[in-house]
């Protein structure tokens, strides 16, 4: 070997072995480190264990490695840790393997939907609850896991309540105490039957246990950031709990005189103000989205040039869900020397992910939450202000390492008037796919809190319209179990279906993939009008899926053309230029491609005719039609839409390229509320296809 590289190697080996040191001492000094005997004899001792813990105590990196030490894993098995964000279990997942010194995937690893990095060897295993509620459709009995650690637990998202419902009963499943291998009742018996033998009863929900299986208990630990493990602990029978202390340094408080009328704006001021006038620190500042945090950076980077010369400089950084994995890690790194690092972060820094170095928060007092109206039947995302406890815990953010300093954009006073805590999701959102998760039952489900009832009855209302149901309000066959396979939304798995019998799935699956980023067209306020000139080369006067088609196309046809003229880092930055060019988010279209690809193997798998309908466009958008007809408006004679299904009045968002032409009739996939309600992602339709391609619904109404 020549001696260059040796030098080389062994420099390596240095720096590797000094980082190795670094992250035990880090381990060890977490407040976690001091009890971790004590905690694996409490996961011995009880079945169900309840773990509340400060935030940046170690649960979510340390728990696992002890359990595994422990012997968790023997004969194969496997630990499972959910989280409610795939961010969560992507860089965690990272994190650990990079603790174990192992290579992820192998011994550690994560899936969530769409992206994998586990193996036959993986042992410690990060997932969304989500991946795990389907891998419960597969395998009943989770048989592979001797413990499964529900993470959050306190953010109370449907997929976390309704994991909770399931894993009571896997529990009861595998444990011993039920010799007669029977009497569970299963929510998911659609797909038990493909696993199991299933009793020949009166066609309720019970299972027999499979014949010659010896399952081993199942370990189940709940654990939680807030305080209060009540709720938790009176859900599982009286469950123990045990509170883990946490390090939490004083912060303190300060709140705007008067309410700010534009809070990105304020946080934009509170930054600069903050970097130019206190010591060093890095900051967090919360905001609700990737267009907000996307617009945050731009402004950001455009006033750097204007900072004095010699002073600190500033890095800014970014982290939300729709992020590549390999950026999202960008926030852990230490900022370089002469660097603040400003950290522009949804919700997810609240609780899921710890980033080190934070001396100062802004909290503007916003987060983007689902609504759901039963009466209406309408799901929408709004921005809402935060609970207090959520305020309390970004403030407590500041606080980990050393004193800090969090900065509130909302008076005093309205810090009083918030909610104590957020309500569970389950009680705001639309319910139809629950079918789909597991939930066979859902007016019976044991719930830790049960949806209302109007709520229930509308998403079983609504999933029959979509022809998921049979009268007895069991999937039907093959639409309702077709679309149970999807991991998407039911009108997403609807549309799916339907377009590969109007023969345009290939056009369908852009259109949901596309729908499932944020958003991929971004305009700065201040160039409202070179983005809008820009968009037009794409745009389609027959609305705006067949703008994103074109997007995606065209995209398409340049990464072609280009990958075979030039080397691959040189393409992907030829391609951010043409996605700059052209006002196109490269990370949303990024991801959306990523997502049509995964979707399209499901689609191939389950045998879907892939075809396009070529140029005949009128045929996608009468199955845009078929598909969203429940999300139809009709235009009033002032301007406005009527929502035809919800009665409401709503409006074309500015960004549709409708907006301007007004057609008579359209679908929209998303309805956004702020001021006013909106509607984006449009497609115009003639009003007569309505009842023609959906006479189920249409024919009810008038
Ligand atoms: P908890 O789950 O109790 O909130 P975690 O186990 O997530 O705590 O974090 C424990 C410690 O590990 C924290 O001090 C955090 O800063 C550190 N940590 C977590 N993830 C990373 C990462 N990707 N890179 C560097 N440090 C990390
Ligand atoms: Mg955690």
């Given at each position: ?15 590797f ?33 309840i ?47 990079e ?5 992820l ?98 066609g ?32 599982f ?24 009328t ?56 970014p ?11 960008r ?7 002469g ?24 909290d ?6 689902r ?17 207090k ?113 109007f ?20 305009s700065?306020?201040?160039?409202l ?13 027959e ?10 196309r065209a ?30 988010n ?20 389950m ?17 845009l ?16 839409y009527?929502?035809l ?23 929209f ?17 003639d009003?007569?296809w ?13």
């Amino acid at each position: 070997m020549p001696s260059v590289h040796r030098s080389n190697f062994s420099n390596h080996q240095t720096q590797f072995s000094e980082r190795k040191q670094k992250i035990i001492q880090q381990r060890k000094s977490l407040p976690i480190a001091s009890v971790e005997k004590r905690l694996v004899e409490e996961v011995r001792k009880n079945d169900v264990l309840i773990i509340v813990g400060e935030t940046g105590s170690g649960k979510t990196t340390q728990i696992p490695q002890f359990l595994f030490d422990a012997g968790f894993c023997r004969d194969g098995r496997v630990i499972g840790i959910t989280q409610p964000r795939r961010v969560a279990a992507v860089t965690v997942a990272k994190r650990v393997s990079e603790e174990c010194g192992v290579e992820l995937g192998l011994k550690v690893g994560y899936s969530v939907r769409f992206d994998d990095a586990t193996s036959e060897s993986t042992r410690i295993k990060y997932m969304t609850d989500g991946l795990l509620l389907r891998e419960a459709l597969l395998d009943p009995y989770l048989s592979k896991y001797s413990v499964i650690i529900v993470d959050e637990a306190h953010e109370r998202t449907v997929h976390t309540d309704v994991l909770m419902g399931l894993l009571k009963n896997v529990q009861l499943a595998r444990s011993s105490s039920v010799s007669d291998g029977q009497g569970l009742n299963f929510g998911n018996k659609n797909v038990n039957n493909v696993m199991l033998e299933k009793e020949n009863d009166q066609g309720g929900n019970f299972l027999k246990k499979p014949r010659h299986e010896k399952f081993a208990p199942l370990k189940l630990i709940i654990m939680s950031a807030s305080l209060d493990a009540r709720t938790f602990s009176e859900y599982f029978g009286g469950a123990k709990a045990v509170h883990i202390q946490g390090r939490q340094f004083p912060v303190d408080i300060f709140y705007t005189r008067h309410p700010e009328t534009d809070y990105l704006d304020a946080s934009l001021i509170t930054i600069f103000q903050i970097h130019l006038e206190e010591g060093p620190g890095d900051v967090l500042v919360f905001l609700t989205g990737q267009e907000e945090i996307e617009s945050v950076e731009r402004l950001i980077n455009e006033k750097l040039p204007q900072l004095p010369q010699g002073s600190q400089k500033l890095l800014v950084v970014p982290i939300f869900a729709a992020l590549p994995s390999e950026q999202q890690m960008r926030v852990f790194a230490p900022a370089p020397s002469g660097f603040r690092k400003v950290i522009l972060a949804t919700n997810i820094a609240e609780t899921s992910v710890t980033i080190p170095g934070i001396k100062f928060v802004i909290d503007p007092g916003f987060v983007k939450a689902r609504s759901y109206d039963p009466g209406k039947g309408m799901e929408s995302l709004i921005i809402v202000p935060t609970s207090k406890s959520q305020a309390l815990q970004r403030s407590g953010r500041a606080g980990r390492e050393r004193p800090g300093k969090c900065f509130r954009l909302y008076p005093e006073k309205e810090f009083e008037k918030l909610e104590d805590s957020t309500m569970p999701e389950i009680k705001r959102c639309n319910l139809s796919n629950l079918k789909a998760l597991g939930v066979d039952d859902i007016l019976g489900f044991d719930f830790i809190e049960k949806p209302s009832r109007a709520a229930i009855i509308k998403s079983l209302e609504q999933l029959f319209l979509l022809g998921a149901l049979t009268d007895e309000c069991q999937l039907s066959d093959p639409v309702g179990h077709q679309m149970a396979r999807l991991p998407l939304d039911p009108v997403y798995s609807k549309a799916l279906i339907l377009a590969s019998q109007f023969n345009c799935l290939e056009e369908m699956l852009i259109t949901v993939a596309l729908l499932s980023v944020e958003s991929i067209f971004y305009s700065p306020r201040d160039k409202l009008e070179e983005a809008r000139t820009a968009m037009k080369c794409f745009s389609s006067p027959e609305g705006d899926h067949i703008t994103l088609i074109n997007v995606f196309r065209a995209s398409n046809d340049f990464l072609e053309k280009r990958s075979m003229e030039m080397s691959m880092a040189k393409s992907e930055k030829v391609y951010r230029k043409w996605c700059k060019e052209n006002f196109i988010n490269s990370r949303s279209l990024r991801h959306a491609r990523d997502i049509h690809r995964q979707i399209q193997g499901h689609v191939e798998q389950m045998g879907l005719n892939l075809s396009s309908c070529g140029d005949d466009m009128l045929q996608f958008r009468r199955c845009l039609a078929a598909s969203f007809f429940l999300n139809a408006a009709v235009k009033q004679p002032e301007g406005t839409y009527r929502a035809l299904a919800s009665g409401q009045v709503v409006q074309i968002h500015p960004s549709s390229v409708l907006f301007r032409q007004k057609p008579e009739c359209v679908i929209f996939n998303e309805l956004v509320q702020t001021n006013n309600k909106y509607v984006r992602n449009l497609t115009r339709v003639d009003y007569l296809w309505l009842t023609e391609l959906a006479p189920q619904y249409y024919a009810m109404q008038n």
